[in-house]
């Protein structure tokens, strides 16, 4: 049988990338008359354009205005190009995955040069395929398992009894194997035949992200991304201390003497983990690796290595890790409501113990015999070493404790913890040893080795969805350190050509620290919403979010705001796994276009945050639309992702989301009155815009800059009545649009955004411009009237966003006087980076001195971002840039290396240090962009 047919890596698509340029060629000569229509259409899209120009240019007479034209233009002309060439490509694929059947072999024999023990450990499936088949019909509810299990002898024979249905083309999903064909007999490179073991890195799908760290908010769990995820999770309790069984739940505020850090994370199919708890003198490193994820298959492995302690403790002789297999019923779950439960069967072997998972149908919380309705969920195998020794099975029941349980719905079934709690005997500190009886039901499984301090452990577990526990290999024979060497070195290659494509940067952990934690900061939600709709409490439909978090310990839930950061981030390296979590968050909007700022959903992440304020949501509260930034980088970058967002509607989404801003966060008075239904009509609409607030509070927390101060001082009754940030992302929105107009050749779309982008150009000139220093601000009014409005006197993070979307003209005066102030010790500048707000406003420190003062860095990211993009060629700009960049990386990365931590904000108290929630690797994390010049 042929393993290997169906290799995939990365280089097959940077192959496919240098191809490029020759298939269009060929194409476009064979398919030279279908074509020709084509070119047509480019033509009269560049007619069309050239007379928009026209118009525009005479319709609005600013220098700026032209120039942007102009450039506009350019840029139009460029993704039509572009969008030629990802039509010429896709046609190109489809051909070659015609190829593929008479590709596939030329793989084979390619297998030779793979490390011996990978393919032994392979190879060992193979040989016994045969000898083994009927083993797999084994009755699910067969009941004899353990004794089975026992009677397979000593270890070798345990894995000369493995056996894997290996079906053709197992190992990847169609879509890898499509590139696959695309090498046609050419030379597999070396480096590819590294990567058969693991999953192919390119291929993000339902299936390749089933399982990953996905309840980034506990220590260490395995979960699957659906609404009934079978589980595990690992955690760790030193036994002297009966209190620290808290540590489960990583929410409990620790000191400077915990961590828990992905030293590598790639998002979607491997991970190195380090647990180090110095209070505990308790270090673990846990590997995750996933071997094969797709839709009949999936298998990972993962190993805990216990580190011997430094200093014994006479006090501390011992300490454990607890696992738990379970399962989680999210609320207004189906599968639950229908009768079905997940059960679990614990057997104790020779060198293993063996849990093998069912779903099954409820009969008095009996074992339904019925066949049909039982489905076997897959096995998962543990095994311990004690200094690299395989241990017996009679030391490992020494070490071993457990506690089979049934979780019903009504206890908060994900909160495992609490089972924990309940079945440890004080005394002995270990769990109970309860064994259900024969046919009950149990779906929840605990397992505790307890350890000696003295020695290395090893806990190595497998998992195969497809293979009876019995059926499958013992974990520790994976070569865990070779494959995680091997997978951290193809980590680094992506990581070199994605993010750091300019270059190493001097920062280089630091990036990637930011990178990896920022990935194993991703979470998955499912349940209910809470908010209220005109002072109406209301719940809204269950659905689901994948999103990235800002702080897994603090802030463990999804944020709006903060994952636009976390996508510009993640976007560059894994721009289809970025795709899903757009999407996703897409895919939460209401019927009027509304996304919630925050996805607190259902029971457990309602309970991780403790502010019901901030919970409390309206349907009118809005946030920047910071998605945007990932979508633009998708049509400059990746026009086939745009292009799928497109086919699956996510551009018709994005056009009901932009719309929610027009109707719910654009200024109406008298002068505008507003008409929701037709924003051309510009005499009516003001296009002026300000975060929706229920008081016309001060403190603003759609803005996201919670205590920044928006009217002018103590003056409340002056409101603020235009937000120039909330502007300058508008404009930058109809700008996106605009550009994905172009992008699926909707010319009246093109249009429209255009228009409405130039509107708002001028109006944000009209209102936001303050003459008398050519600076953009925050606008104030007593009467809430546009016809009588003043500047806010506050200078800080708003008036920064007009630079950061290239609004401010390079005219002599706009840009100098901004960079001016920027650059002033006693206004924004430090030697840290931008501070939030101005050293001499009267609010400086006040509030919670939380936008009040400190740097917070996807801020100064935008401002960097700005400068490069959009006066790259004003050469203070250019300076300013420099300087900016060095203080911002250095005062993360310094602090990093420091403390170990990223932080939510700097120099609160102008010494330099970290400030805040920590560890905060959400969109701090945009340091690995500012590091890499990677805009
Ligand atoms: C596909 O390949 C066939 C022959 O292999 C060729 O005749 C045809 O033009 C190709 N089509 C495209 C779209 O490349
Ligand atoms: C294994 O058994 C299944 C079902 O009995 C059969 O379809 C399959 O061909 C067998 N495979 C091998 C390799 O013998
Ligand atoms: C399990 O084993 C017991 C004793 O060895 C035997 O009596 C019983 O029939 C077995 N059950 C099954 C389902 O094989
Ligand atoms: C791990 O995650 C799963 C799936 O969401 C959940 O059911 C389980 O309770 C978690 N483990 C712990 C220890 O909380
Ligand atoms: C970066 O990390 C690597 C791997 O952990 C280490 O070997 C190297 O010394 C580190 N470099 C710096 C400058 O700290
Ligand atoms: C929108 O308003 C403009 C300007 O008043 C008008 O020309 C246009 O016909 C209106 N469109 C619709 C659909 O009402």
Redesign the pocket.
């Known amino acids: 049988m042929n393993k290997y047919s169906s290799i995939t890596t990365d280089d097959t698509e940077i192959n496919q990338r240098q191809q490029e340029p020759e298939n269009i060629t060929i194409i476009s000569q064979q398919e030279k008359k279908k074509n020709s229509p084509f070119i047509n259409k480019v033509l009269a899209i560049i007619l069309i354009l050239c007379l928009i120009t026209i118009v525009f240019t005479f319709s609005f007479s600013s220098k700026y205005q032209t120039t942007s034209k102009k450039k506009e233009h350019k840029n139009a002309y460029k993704f039509m190009k572009e969008n030629i060439q990802q039509n010429n490509n896709q046609m190109q694929n489809q051909n070659q995955t015609n190829q593929k059947v008479q590709t596939h072999d030329s793989s084979i024999d390619k297998s030779s040069n793979i490390p011996k023990n990978i393919q032994n450990f392979e190879n060992n499936d193979d040989a016994d395929?045969?000898k083994n088949?009927?083993s797999?019909?084994q009755d699910i509810n067969e009941k004899n398992t353990s004794k089975d299990a026992t009677k397979q002898g000593n270890t070798k024979d345990l894995i000369n009894n493995l056996q894997m249905?290996e079906d053709q083309g197992d190992d990847y999903d169609g879509e890898a194997q499509t590139k696959q064909g695309n090498i046609r007999g050419s030379q597999i490179p070396q480096k590819e035949k590294e990567n058969q073991k693991f999953i192919s890195s390119k291929t993000v799908n339902e299936d390749t992200i089933l399982w990953g760290h996905y309840k980034s908010h506990l220590i260490y769990n395995i979960s699957q991304r659906k609404k009934n995820p079978l589980s595990m999770s690992m955690s760790y309790f030193p036994d002297m201390e009966i209190n620290s069984i808290h540590t489960l739940y990583s929410k409990k505020a620790f000191q400077n003497e915990v961590f828990y850090d992905f030293k590598y994370n790639d998002g979607t199919r491997f991970s190195e983990y380090l647990i180090n708890d110095k209070r505990y003198d308790f270090k673990v490193e846990s590997i995750f690796i996933k071997q094969k994820a797709n839709k009949n298959k999936q298998q990972w492995v993962n190993q805990h290595k216990i580190f011997k302690s430094t200093n014994f403790s006479p006090s501390r002789k011992t300490k454990s890790l607890i696992f738990s297999i379970s399962q989680e019923v999210y609320d207004n779950n189906d599968l639950w409501n229908e009768g079905y439960f997940f059960h679990f069967k614990l057997s104790k072997n020779e060198n293993s113990i063996t849990i093998d998972a069912f779903q099954l149908k409820e009969n008095n919380k009996n074992l339904v015999e019925s066949k049909d309705t039982n489905k076997f969920l897959g096995s998962f195998v543990f095994t311990a070493e004690k200094d690299n020794e395989l241990m017996s099975g009679i030391e490992l029941q020494r070490l071993l404790s457990y506690s089979q349980l049934f979780m019903p719905r009504q206890e908060n079934n994900w909160d495992v913890q609490k089972a924990i709690s309940d079945n440890i005997i004080y005394q002995t500190r270990t769990l109970n040893n309860q064994e259900t009886s024969g046919q009950q039901i149990n779906n929840l499984i605990l397992l505790q080795f307890t350890f000696l301090q003295e020695f290395e452990y090893k806990i190595s577990i497998s998992y195969d969805s497809s293979k009876k526990a019995n059926e499958q290999k013992l974990p520790n024979k994976y070569p865990f350190d070779e494959s995680l060497q091997k997978l951290i070195k193809q980590y680094e290659q992506q990581f070199v050509q994605s993010i750091e494509s300019k270059g190493v940067s001097d920062n280089h952990n630091c990036t990637v620290f930011a990178l990896s934690n920022l990935l194993g900061g991703m979470t998955y939600k499912y349940g209910n919403l809470q908010y209220t709709q005109r002072e109406e409490e209301r719940r809204s439909q269950p659905k689901s979010i994948f999103s990235f978090t800002p702080s897994r310990t603090r802030f463990g839930w999804p944020f709006l705001w903060d994952d636009g950061f976390h996508n510009a981030v993640a976007s560059k390296f894994q721009p289809k796994l970025s795709a899903f979590v757009i999407k996703s968050w897409l895919d939460t909007m209401n019927e009027d276009g509304w996304i919630c700022r925050e996805q607190s959903r259902g029971e457990e992440a309602f309970g991780l945050c403790s502010c019901p304020a901030f919970i409390k949501k309206d349907n009118r509260d809005g946030n920047p639309p910071t998605l945007i930034l990932t979508i633009e980088y998708f049509l400059r970058e990746h026009v086939d992702i745009a292009n799928e967002l497109f086919q699956e509607g996510y551009f018709n989404k994005m056009e009901k989301w932009y719309h929610w801003y027009l109707k719910t966060q654009m200024v109406k008075d008298d002068l505008f009155t507003g008409n929701i239904q037709n924003f051309t009509d510009f005499e009516r609409n003001s296009f002026v815009f300000k975060f929706w607030d229920q008081d016309g509070n001060i403190a603003s927390m759609n803005s996201g800059l919670d205590d920044y101060p928006r009217n002018d001082n103590g003056r409340s009754f002056y409101e603020p009545i235009g937000h120039i940030d909330l502007q300058s992302w508008m404009y930058h929105f109809t700008s996106i649009m605009e550009h994905f107009s172009l992008l699926i050749q909707d010319m009246k779309k093109f249009e429209y955004y255009l228009s409405i982008k130039e509107i708002i150009l001028s109006r944000t000139e009209e209102y936001f411009l303050d003459d008398r220093d050519s600076l953009y601000k925050d606008i104030i009014s007593s009467t809430r009237s546009l016809k009588s409005t003043e500047f806010s006197p506050h200078f800080g993070y708003p008036n920064l966003l007009p630079l950061a979307f290239g609004i401010v003209k390079d005219d002599g005066y706009q840009l100098q006087t901004l960079m001016k102030r920027m650059q002033d010790q006693n206004i924004l500048w430090t030697d840290y980076g931008l501070r939030s707000l101005s050293k001499s406003d009267s609010f400086y420190q006040r509030g919670n001195n939380y936008w009040t003062n400190p740097i917070w860095i996807q801020m100064n990211y935008l401002v960097l971002r700005g400068l490069n993009l959009y006066y790259k060629e004003n050469e203070q700009a250019t300076n300013l840039y420099s300087k900016l960049r060095k203080n911002v990386s250095n005062v993360v990365c310094k602090n990093w290396e420091k403390t170990g931590f990223f932080y939510e904000n700097y120099n609160k108290h102008d010494n330099g240090q970290g400030s805040d929630a920590y560890p905060f690797t959400g969109w701090t994390a945009t340091v690995a962009l500012i590091n890499a010049e990677n805009y």
């Open positions: 395929n045969q088949n009927d797999q019909q249905k």
